[in-house]
């Protein structure tokens, strides 16, 4: 425990503690995940994919000076300098199993070394995490449910969905995350910070989590509880936290190259919503948009509507999102939003929403600054980004479920929480995945994920609902839970009956093989059009409604805990 | 009914049930009887050969550690409600003490629950090494014992789908593609074709010769697929299709029949032939059935419908154990409609129905025969109705016929782990031998093989055959022989008989795997099983690797024998089947390792696949002379039924005196007593 808090290669690490201590049912859960992500080496991979080996080709293939100027692939390198470390050590025994895969003008080279070589990568670097679980395990104070819960966060068909199909490290970075909150939780405050400045180098999307993080290790680390600044604390997590950020953006710093790795790290040119909506407030508000579009359109009602935000539907790639109706958000505002310090004139009251509960968060953080407090509040930060962030993608749901995970077993109101999020926020990746093999592969693997945490934990969590309004509640997420099935059907069987009315519309002119796969058949009415994106729509909102509602519920509950103290108080 | 509970001991001198009261001692007992030679008992091993049986001797020497748990277990029942325990409880923790009262009485309410604590004490000590027995233990003491079942099939679906998503057979090798475009291509000629043409339209592509069962459930495929979206089996254009959809649409159809069949009867078959047995083991047998590497891999990655074979012949193997001959035998036409491989079972099922009639005596057999005879010549009849006359002239039946027995072929072909193509090395046949003799040499040997096992199931069933007045017993005695009919028909078959593929394995691996998926961890019948399971993958080799299935075949075997708990080295030591075991295991990875570093040499580019088959070969031939030998015993033990009692046959002599209950089969009853009927020996 000594040489963790002070040593941040996770990699050797994570080796001895396979090497010992590990018990039966650790190595089955290791060979039944690890077989299981072999089986997904030939599925679907998106863009990542080439993403990736761009970067372990830019580099393998340029000095450093070039790293963060280099256009040969559209893919350029947006990712902090660590994480550039990391693709240059990745690198190394890339060339020697294959030479094309470092080749920088090889692009979207995708022949079976590249693939295996890069999704061996992805398992073995989530070895990070693996490890990292069972120390959550192994100090805890319920083991057998920290054991479920450990299991079920390795086992995470986000991961699954994200890192095995999709094809991205959050398994290593969750590792790193979950490596500082575990610091967090055995009191080794300045591990924690350090660990946390490491990851922010290796992917800067978890800026999300900082402010609770900061307010944290400010209260519980640089002063006392009486109040009283540690200046020792103080100067050592500072000095520390800078000294990482030094090794990160050192050689960057000397060569004064500042400015364009940051031009590349913060893309504000994006819109606000992604390539589909993650199912966030935004889903939301541009729905209702949408739906006041609509209504005004039929009804002619004399309301000034942006003509671009007519043809503007959601799917621009990386395009902005143009409201008709509702005013335009600039990126500054939700970007305050997120940073919670100012109000903005438009959307007063999601503003405020998203302003107050953080730093309602961050003060209730700073009175009580324990470790489970900590845990919810890093949640709740994470939420509220996600909720109220600017171009949040729907990937960023792994920060809030992944904290909420380790609360799940706090009890039955948080459980409840954890299950709404939980599968909403899976759900919600599912668009990620479209091609109809992984998608049963995805369907299924959730479902029996669910089976497998939800089974076995409820037992021990569940409360009976003493007041009549928990009844209605606990009726109505169960409602809301039963529509998932539901939609998933909708999902699923809607592009057939569109495709089906499609061919009946122009019958005869399609009949090339080929053309089926491809995605967007050429011919189609203007309504059509319109219908392609309702299954994503609706999922996005149907998915967006449990997410807002488990952020009212955590709060809530975070603002009420002193009553009840559960096994995590005891940390 | 016993017999029925267990396939038939491996060591026919101790009692073939396990159930939980006595599976560590069994277990124990088992290993050492097993081992053929004699040796000095180790330290460790000891106490089982010198206190066996510990519960029953009446002054059981105890070993250090293990027994002495049984020990205060026993006498926990014995001082039940008095407070002086014999066990000294220690006065500074009252919670244990407390827990081991609570624990006592619970024991003694629920006789299986005290063996099973027993076992759970006894393995929290000595860690169980089967992932798949863990996993179904900590469900049940979770109390979620109900979704156990629905995990296992939710589980074995995923990892089906997870195969699926890696490539087939034939994957972008035009012109002739392979066994997944066979597939496809039969679903494009019935759909479009009428029957009389199916068997004949163009044969040098893919032309159809498996079976009509085949040809139909092709057909239906076809009509779906066509309804969702034609050009997937549009006629002669269609060929060599290879869209995402297409292919994920030929997946779906291979799972869905495969959960319409083969999961079906998997399930029926733990439930009918495990009876006896606890739920617990039920469901792990019906894990281990689930995930067999070679099944999976072979149908779900290679792309193939073995398992609706294999599953039609299980069913007919579960209406057998119910005693509904004609629907087994109604099942087992269809298996034959389905696949013509089903015929690797014909004897052994022939055998069994055989033994049967001649069991129930003329009379009762006679009728029996006759109305076998009767209904398998229908359903034969139904299954063929469409080229039959009055739906098309007599001379069509030819067409189907002449396709499904292809003589015209070699002796082997490619590399396959059998006799021939094994002695081919250094005794070239082709060049000794007219193809004519060599189908009568091959047919002879076959005969030879299976012989020894029908014919002792037949001697079983005369001596033990019914008299007139006695009324037929609910299970004829030769069931527990049919497994090891099944095995060595199957393998005999593989082994000797014409034209066989490399794929065929699969047919001998369903009785070893059935055998195997109720036996201990450390029986001898385990150590084959999984032998053979692995091996015979491992013999699939050179045609997976072709097909770009590494990755599954990698995958596949380590989530298998990790989900058993299989370790060469934790059988019985030096046992037979633990040199074996060790030996081929070793020679099989060394394979692997010099193929991965050295290519072939120039001069001899089969190389490796030539090693693979003699490295399976043997491994085959002796577990096909392994199913004899436990034929053999097997019939020892059912020799002595209804005349002298003896210890070699507990259950069975018990079973003989015993009238039999007909609830035997599926009834709590049944599962209930097992204990009993051993405390009581």
Not at chain 1, 342 to 347: F, G, K, P, T, W
Request: proline share 7%; aromatic share 14%; charged share 15%.
């Amino acid at each position: 425990m000594e040489k963790t808090a002070t040593a941040p290669p996770p990699k050797p690490k994570g080796k001895s503690w396979f090497s010992w201590g590990l018990e039966s049912s650790e190595y089955d859960l290791l060979i039944l995940s690890t077989s299981l992500k072999l089986l997904l080496f030939p599925s679907y991979r998106s863009t990542d994919f080439e993403v990736h080996r761009n970067w372990l080709a830019i580099t393998h293939s340029l000095p450093i000076s070039q790293w963060y100027h280099d256009t040969t692939s559209e893919w350029t390198l947006d990712y902090p300098p660590f994480f550039a470390y990391f693709e240059k050590l990745l690198s190394i025994p890339a060339y020697f199993i294959d030479p094309k895969i470092v080749d920088l003008n090889n692009l979207n080279y995708d022949a079976w070394s590249v693939v295996a070589y890069q999704r061996t990568t992805v398992i073995l670097s989530e070895l990070v995490l693996g490890a990292v679980l069972l120390r959550f395990i192994r100090g805890s104070v319920d083991p057998a449910t920290q054991r479920i819960i450990s299991a079920s966060l390795f086992l995470h068909p986000g991961f699954l969905i994200i890192d095995h199909i999709h094809f991205q490290y959050n398994g290593f970075m969750f590792g790193i995350l979950l490596w500082s909150i575990l610091m967090a939780r055995n009191g080794k405050k300045l591990a924690s910070g350090i660990l946390f400045a490491v990851l922010l180098n290796f992917k800067h999307i978890y800026m999300y989590l900082a402010p609770a993080y900061f307010i944290y290790l400010l209260r519980s680390f640089c002063f006392s509880p009486s109040g009283k600044l540690e200046i020792k604390n103080f100067l050592s997590l500072a000095n520390s936290v800078i000294a990482v950020f030094i090794l990160s953006f050192g050689p960057f710093i000397v060569m004064g190259q500042i400015p364009q790795v940051f031009s590349r790290l913060f893309p504000f040119t994006r819109g606000l919503n992604h390539a589909y909506w993650a199912p966030n407030a935004w889903a939301l508000v541009t729905a209702a948009d949408r739906v006041l579009l609509r209504y005004v359109t039929r009804t002619g009602a004399d309301v000034a509507i942006n003509a671009s935000g007519v043809a503007s539907t959601s799917r621009g790639l990386v395009g902005d999102t143009v409201f008709a109706v509702i005013p335009n958000i600039k990126p500054m505002h939700t970007f305050t939003i997120t940073v919670a310090f100012q109000s903005v004139l438009e959307l007063l009251s999601f503003f405020i929403l998203g302003l107050t509960t953080m730093q309602i968060a961050l003060v209730k953080l700073w009175f009580t600054p324990t470790y489970k407090s900590f845990l919810t509040s890093l949640t709740l930060c994470g939420y509220a980004s996600y909720l109220f962030g600017w171009h949040v993608h729907e990937k960023a749901i792994l920060l809030v479920l992944v904290p909420l995970s380790l609360l799940a077993a706090e009890r039955h109101a948080y459980f409840r929480t954890f299950i709404l999020a939980s599968v909403a926020g899976v759900f919600s990746l599912f668009p990620l995945i479209f091609t109809p093999g992984e998608s049963m592969v995805k369907v299924v693997y959730s479902v029996l994920w669910i089976i497998f945490v939800y089974v076995p934990l409820t037992r021990r969590v569940y409360e009976y609902p003493n007041s009549l309004s928990f009844v209605i509640i606990d009726t109505l997420e169960k409602v809301y839970l039963a529509g998932f099935p539901l939609l998933q059907l909708f999902v699923t069987l809607f592009p057939v009956y569109m495709a089906r009315r499609a061919t009946s519309d122009v019958s005869g002119t399609c009949v090339s093989s080929a053309e089926f796969t491809c995605p967007e058949p050429e011919p189609q009415t203007p309504q059509t059009k319109a219908m392609e994106f309702l299954p994503l729509m609706l999922t996005s909102v149907y998915c967006s409604v449990g997410l807002v509602w488990g952020f009212c519920r955590l709060t809530y509950i975070y603002l009420n805990e002193q009553t009840y103290l559960g096994p995590l108080d005891r940390i | 009914m016993e017999e029925l509970s267990a396939l038939p001991p491996d060591t026919p001198r101790k009692s073939p049930i396990r159930v939980r009261t006595i599976s560590v001692n069994s277990m124990r007992s088992m290993r050492s009887v097993a081992p053929p030679f004699t040796r000095l008992p180790t330290e460790h091993e000891r106490p089982e050969i010198l206190g066996r049986p510990p519960i029953l001797a009446p002054t059981p020497r105890q070993p250090p550690n293990r027994h002495l748990l049984e020990h205060s277990a026993q006498q926990w029942v014995q001082s039940l409600g008095s407070a002086s325990s014999s066990r000294p409880v220690s006065p500074i923790s009252p919670t244990q003490r407390f827990n081991s009262l609570a624990e006592r009485v619970h024991h003694v309410k629920i006789p299986t629950q005290l063996s099973s604590s027993v076992i759970a004490e006894e393995r929290e000590r000595e860690p169980e090494h089967a992932m798949g027995r863990r996993w179904v233990r900590w469900m049940h003491k979770r109390g979620v014992k109900g979704w156990v079942v629905p995990c296992l099939l939710l589980a074995s679906t995923l990892l089906k789908l997870c195969v699926g998503l890696g490539s087939y057979s034939g994957l972008s090798t035009p012109p002739m593609f392979g066994d997944y475009e066979a597939q496809r291509h039969w679903m494009e000629l019935t759909t479009h074709l009428p029957f009389q043409r199916w068997y004949t339209y163009d044969l040098q592509y893919w032309g159809l010769d498996y079976p009509p069962l085949t040809a139909y459930i092709s057909w239906f495929c076809g009509l779906v697929a066509h309804r969702i979206n034609p050009t997937w089996v549009a006629l002669d254009h269609s060929r060599g299709i290879e869209t995402e959809a297409s292919k994920v649409f030929m997946r779906s159809t291979v799972v869905f029949f495969d959960a319409l069949v083969y999961v079906p009867a998997l399930f029926f078959f733990t439930r009918t032939w495990q009876a006896t047995r606890t739920k617990r083991s039920q469901n792990l047998a019906l894990l281990t059935l689930l995930f067999q590497p070679a099944s999976l891999i072979i149908d779900f990655g290679h792309f193939q419908y073995n398992s609706v074979m294999l599953g039609f012949t299980l069913l007919a193997l579960n209406a057998f154990a119910y005693e509904l001959d004609m629907l087994g035998a109604v099942f087992f036409v269809l298996s034959l409609g389905f696949k013509q491989m089903a015929l690797y079972y014909a004897p052994a099922v022939g055998g069994y129905l055989l033994a049967k009639c001649l069991y129930l005596g003329s009379a009762n057999g006679g009728k029996l025969f006759l109305q076998l005879a009767l209904v398998t010549s229908l359903s034969f009849i139904v299954l063929f109705l469409p080229f039959l006359p009055p739906f098309a002239p007599l001379s069509t039946i030819l067409d189907p016929i002449t396709r499904i027995f292809p003589f015209a072929r070699g002796l082997f072909e490619d590399k396959v782990a059998n006799f021939w193509c094994a002695s081919n090395v250094v005794f070239k046949w082709k060049n000794w031998a007219s193809r004519s003799l060599l189908i009568k040499l091959s047919t002879a040997l076959t005969v030879l093989g299976f012989l020894p096992n029908v014919v002792i199931a037949l001697r079983v069933a005369w001596q033990t055959r019914l008299t007139g007045s006695q009324k037929p017993s609910i299970h004829t005695p030769i069931l527990p022989l049919f497994p090891y009919m099944l095995l060595s028909s199957s393998m005999s078959f593989f082994l000797f008989s014409f034209q066989v593929h490399e794929k065929t394995i699969l047919v001998p691996l369903l009785p070893i795997t059935l055998l195997l998926s109720n036996a201990s961890l450390d029986s001898t019948v385990f150590g084959w099983g999984v032998l053979a399971n692995n091996i015979a993958v491992f013999s699939m080799w050179p045609l997976l690797k072709r097909d770009g299935l590494g990755v599954q075949y990698l995958a596949l075997l380590a989530l298998w024998n990790r989900l058993l708990g299989y370790n060469p080295l934790r059988l019985s030591p030096r046992s037979f089947i633990q040199v074996l075991s060790l030996s081929v295991y070793t020679a099989a990875i060394s394979l692997h390792i010099l193929e991965l570093l050295i290519p072939p040499p120039a001069r001899y580019p089969d190389l490796f696949p030539v090693l693979n088959v003699l490295i399976s070969t043997p491994v085959f031939g002796l577990v096909w002379l392994w199913s004899i030998k436990c034929g053999v015993e097997a019939s020892w033990a059912l020799d002595t039924l209804g005349s002298r009692p003896s210890r070699t046959s507990v259950v069975v002599t018990e079973d003989a005196s015993v009238p039999r209950r007909p609830s035997s089969i599926g009834a709590a009853q049944g599962r209930k007593r097992a204990p009993f009927t051993l405390d009581e020996k």
